[in-house]
Each structure stands twice: as C-alpha cells, then as structure tokens.
C-alpha cells in the first residue's frame, strides 16, 4: 500500500493520550440480527461512553496535545459530535472550546455541548457556513481550529478503532464503516489494510449526502450543491483532498444508501439488539440491507459510531409496531 | 465484616474463566441524567454483549468448570437471562443445555434460548414451578442443576463486576442493585464491603416481587405467594437462606419501588442517554426517583444488569412523547 498520512506506531501512541473510558469499546455478535441480514454481523458499539460517539476519541488526542502544549482555548465547527466531544475533552484539562453548528443541527448535540460548557454559536445554513465561521474566529482570536478529518488527529484517534478490530479472534471478512468528513473511514482504513489486508473496507454513505463517496469513485474531489439526509453526522458538502487521497488508498469500495435503508436499519438494532442508533450508525446495517447476496454468509463487522438523537425524531423513525413496515 | 458464602481470592480467579467479551464492561457518567435526578450516576453497562445480561458472568463460570469435569449436559430454571446466558455458554463448550422456564416468561429471551441450542421446557405458572421441574430433571438425568444466587459460581461471576466497580477512580458513594435471587446482590456487595468499604450497598426490588427486601428487614425468609411487577428478571417467592445470611452481611439498605418508577427509570435512561433497558435494569433510577433527597448531591452508580425485553411491551412502556407523564 502507498502510504497514507497516517502512521500505525503514531496511531498507538495516540491511544495512550486517550482516556480509558473511550477505549476498548465492545465488540461482540449479534446473533439475533442475523436472519433477518443473511450474514454473520459483529458491532463495535462506540456509543456507551459519556459522549455517545467515538468522536472523542479523536478529541482526545487533539485536546491532550493542546494542554501539553499551554494552549487556553479551541474552536470546532460541528454537526454536534465533534463538538460535544471536544467540549468534554476539552473541558477536563481547562481549555476554553467554541463549537460553531448549523441551526438545523440535532437539539440534543447541541444542548449537549452547552451543558458541557462550551461556548456553543450558530449559524444559519448546513454545515460548510458552520467551518467557514470556526476557521474565522481560529484567526481572529489565534486559537488552534480543529478540522474534523482534515487534522491528523481526528484520523488517529478514529484508526484506535481499528487496532481494536485487528485483534479481533476469529476475525471478520469485511467491516462497514459510516463515511462522513472521512476521519473514521480513513483511520480504521489505514489500520485494517496494514494490519489485516484481507479485511474487506467498505464505506457507507446517504444517497443524499453522496460527496466523498463520489469522490472516491471519480477519484478527484466532488462537491455537491445540497444534501437530504436524516444522517446529519455524514451529511458534508466539500470533500478534502488530502482525505480523499488517504481514501482512496484504503477503502475497497464506498457505496450510497436510501434513506428507507437507514431507518430499516435503525430499527433492526432497536428491535432486534436493543440499541438506540442515531442514523449514521446505522449505515452499515442498511449497506447489508440493501445488497444481502453481496455480504451472504459472511462475517462483517460495522461501527456504531453515535447514538446522539432527537428522541421525537427516533421515535418517529422507529415508530410503534403499528407502524412497522 | 463476618464472613460470607464468597471469597475474594475465588473472584478473582473466576474472572479468568470467563470470555473477556463479557468483562470490564462499560463504565460511565451519565451527566444528562443528572439534573433529572439530582445526584451524579454513573452506569455499569452489562448489555452490551451476545446475551443482553450479566449472567454470562456466572454462567461462564459453571460451563468452564462443568467442561473441565468432563460433564456433558447442564440444565436451569430461568425467568430467561440465566437460560439465555447458560445457553450461550455451554454452546461454545459443547454442553448440551435444557432451560425451563414459565410458559408467560418475557417471549424475546425465550426465542434467544431456543436460538442459541438450547431445549427449552415451559411450565405453567411462575418462577417457582420452574425451579421445581429444573431440580427434577436434574435428578431424572443425573445433570447438574444451576440454581442461581445459590450456586456459588453465580455469585462470583456477579462479583466480578464488583472487582471492576473498585477500580473506578473516583469512587462513588453508593451502589444501588437490582435485587431478585440475590446471586448480584450479594456478589457485588461482598466485593464492595471487602474492597471499598465506605460505599453504600442498596439492593431495589419491585413493591410487587418483595419477598427478599422483606426477609432482609425481618432477618428471616419470608416468602409470598405470588409476585406482581413488570421486573421479571427479578420476581422469585422463595427467598434462599443461605443468600439471605450474605445479604445481611453486605447490603446496607434495601428499598421497594413502584412500578410507575420503574417505567419512568426505563424512559429516562432511554431518552437522557440513549439506554435501552429491561424493567430489572431501571431499579437503580427507579430508587433515586423514589427517595431524591437521599441521594442529593452524592455520587450514584447503578447497574445497568439487561435489556432483554419484549419490544411491543418496552415501547408501550416508553411510550410516545404524546404519552409522556
């Protein structure tokens, strides 16, 4: 493999920057949803931490670094993961975090990140207004700006993921992993094709937020003037480049999926593994849903990256058993 | 402290039987709890794994030493998280495991047990016909008979979560545990009256499952003759002797609770941190609920012991925000 910006022996240095809490998430089958998906179907379940994502695993290390280094203060912009994950990360070694979100962003992520602390600024518009305004006030006040993927330490925090999943007896023929910015695709991607190179790497985006999957498949950046998706963790616009090159290095594939798909998906892991989803966790799920024979009677792994949602919003999603489809 | 049917030595060496998929499990504030309830709570997640329950703790245990005796049938009574458990676990030791169980047990755990290989015998009526036809077929077949809370290994399987309680830094000021047989109870609460003395060990139980919460007022058994909670997981009549002489040895309270408190402990876990939780697992919010003053400002951690439910009754449960209280 040509190599990526990322470095497996930093990658395990960056694992000791990071608190415990986050690490060594579970790891386990989930046999009951196996009928119904046709396949063998492991999840890593990064929700069960204070935070509800994997996302601090990478403000771990960023936050870390920062306090090592005297830094007072630090500015995201974020649909509501990154930032409220920052906020924690950054709130236990007394730095100062602005996160700057979308309006429309999911009310519980951000009401998360205000009770954490930070200084929490909105902006009309998606995302791209929020990273332009983060990057405005990282030059006005001359604090760091955390870029999400673009920062190596996003990535390397994400790819801890993956060292986990590589010491995973038996192990798994392919893994599913939610395709966003691409911090985690590229992080875990980087450590399965080192690591453990027969390990399929499939990402997984929304039909309606399509960018980097695109990308990918065009191999030069693809932007996208809108995105439709409940999905709101995965929904950018303006892939990054150097992502995008780290991408295409170590994916095997990136497919899109309807929305139908992620709610179907969100309901099985309901119904079936009693786990609350937020719908960019369900990505993998609606990948197997959507292309059964591709994945039949294989072992796959997916990441359950988040669990943060609008409960109104899930309950619509997963409905009432009158509701089922 | 007088000593108890367990040994901390013993503990610790049952934890190396046991898959590590069921170990250190997750551990974690749930800050948006809080204000809910007054006081800091921590959650002890023992859902995340195959079984949805932490029975695979003690479970493991008796299969691992069940193999090495060269044993090849096992059999339980089990309202369903001990079957499923003890299913699961012989299964990967080639043990062949009967599960008996009442005929209105919750129907997603008795669909898991059957899953997992198990023969499953239903009964009519409750917990206690079961045990009855379990400790029958025992004798009939010359097989082992798990008896929770009295075998000992259930007990030590759930202290091991007691070992995982104790390294927590920092520690909290009291425990609050889910009360049915006993084996959780008394497993956790020897390792915190050896370990970390100076924390409160408070078992809950349903208003309508009291007979050990009684027994452990009057320091005597007192038995009833029927049970009514949604709380199947922890609705026995009988209460053990030898489990009640360990309870009084280590737990400093024991405390009834209502089913309304029971239901709004599910939704709140479900709706502040994204928990799905069966009846038995609420218990612990359920008695902060009930008593807020007691708790005020102290730091809470409840085990989070399953989420086997019936998902058309957890959802009536947890309801719509239209059917919010």
């Given at each position: 493999?040509?190599?990526?910006?990322?470095?497996?022996?930093?990658?395990?240095?960056?694992?000791?920057?990071?608190?415990?809490?986050?690490?060594?998430?579970?790891?386990?089958?989930?046999?009951?949803?196996?009928?119904?998906?046709?396949?063998?179907?492991?999840?890593?379940?990064?929700?069960?931490?204070?935070?509800?994502?994997?996302?601090?695993?990478?403000?771990?290390?960023?936050?870390?670094?920062?306090?090592d280094?005297?830094?007072?203060?630090?500015?995201?912009?974020?649909?509501?993961?990154?930032?409220?994950?920052?906020?924690?990360?950054?709130?236990?070694?007394?730095?100062?975090?602005?996160?700057?979100?979308?309006?429309?962003?999911?009310?519980?992520?951000?009401?998360?990140?205000?009770?954490?602390?930070?200084?929490?600024?909105?902006?009309?518009g998606?995302?791209?207004?929020?990273?332009?305004?983060?990057?405005?006030?990282?030059?006005?006040?001359?604090?760091?700006?955390?870029?999400?993927?673009?920062?190596?330490?996003?990535?390397?925090?994400?790819?801890?993921?993956?060292?986990?999943?590589?010491?995973?007896?038996?192990?798994?023929?392919?893994?599913?992993?939610?395709?966003?910015?691409?911090?985690?695709?590229?992080?875990?991607?980087?450590?399965?094709?080192?690591?453990?190179?027969?390990?399929?790497?499939?990402?997984?985006?929304?039909?309606?937020?399509?960018?980097?999957t695109?990308?990918?498949?065009?191999?030069?950046?693809?932007t996208?003037?809108?995105?439709?998706?409940?999905?709101?963790?995965?929904?950018?616009?303006?892939?990054?480049?150097?992502?995008?090159?780290?991408?295409?290095?170590?994916?095997?594939?990136?497919?899109?999926?309807?929305?139908?798909?992620i709610?179907?998906?969100?309901?099985m892991?309901?119904?079936?593994?009693?786990?609350?989803?937020?719908?960019?966790?369900?990505l993998?799920?609606?990948?197997?849903?959507?292309?059964?024979?591709?994945?039949?009677?294989?072992?796959?792994?997916?990441?359950?990256?988040?669990?943060?949602?609008?409960?109104?919003?899930?309950?619509?999603?997963v409905?009432?058993?009158?509701?089922?489809?």
């Amino acid at each position: 493999m040509q190599e990526t910006r990322l470095d497996t022996a930093r990658i395990r240095a960056a694992r000791r920057l990071i608190d415990p809490m986050f690490l060594d998430t579970p790891l386990y089958r989930c046999e009951a949803l196996e009928p119904h998906l046709g396949c063998a179907l492991s999840v890593k379940l990064e929700t069960a931490n204070p935070v509800r994502s994997f996302k601090a695993r990478g403000t771990e290390v960023v936050a870390s670094r920062l306090a090592d280094d005297g830094s007072q203060a630090v500015v995201c912009a974020s649909a509501g993961n990154l930032g409220q994950a920052l906020a924690w990360s950054g709130r236990g070694r007394g730095l100062d975090v602005t996160v700057v979100a979308s309006r429309s962003a999911t009310r519980a992520k951000l009401d998360r990140i205000r009770a954490l602390g930070a200084r929490l600024e909105l902006v009309d518009g998606d995302h791209e207004p929020a990273r332009q305004r983060a990057a405005a006030i990282a030059r006005h006040d001359g604090i760091r700006l955390v870029e999400d993927s673009l920062d190596i330490e996003t990535c390397e925090g994400a790819a801890t993921i993956g060292l986990e999943l590589v010491d995973t007896v038996p192990s798994f023929d392919a893994v599913l992993i939610a395709l966003g910015g691409g911090a985690l695709a590229t992080g875990v991607g980087h450590v399965m094709k080192t690591l453990a190179p027969d390990v399929e790497v499939i990402c997984v985006q929304p039909l309606g937020a399509p960018a980097l999957t695109r990308s990918w498949r065009q191999r030069r950046v693809v932007t996208t003037g809108s995105t439709d998706t409940i999905a709101d963790g995965v929904a950018g616009r303006y892939p990054i480049p150097a992502v995008l090159d780290d991408l295409l290095l170590v994916a095997d594939d990136a497919v899109l999926v309807r929305e139908a798909s992620i709610i179907a998906g969100m309901r099985m892991l309901l119904d079936q593994a009693g786990l609350v989803v937020e719908p960019s966790a369900a990505l993998g799920v609606a990948a197997i849903l959507e292309d059964r024979e591709r994945f039949a009677g294989r072992h796959v792994a997916t990441i359950v990256c988040g669990s943060n949602v609008d409960m109104d919003a899930y309950r619509r999603w997963v409905g009432s058993p009158l509701h089922k489809p």
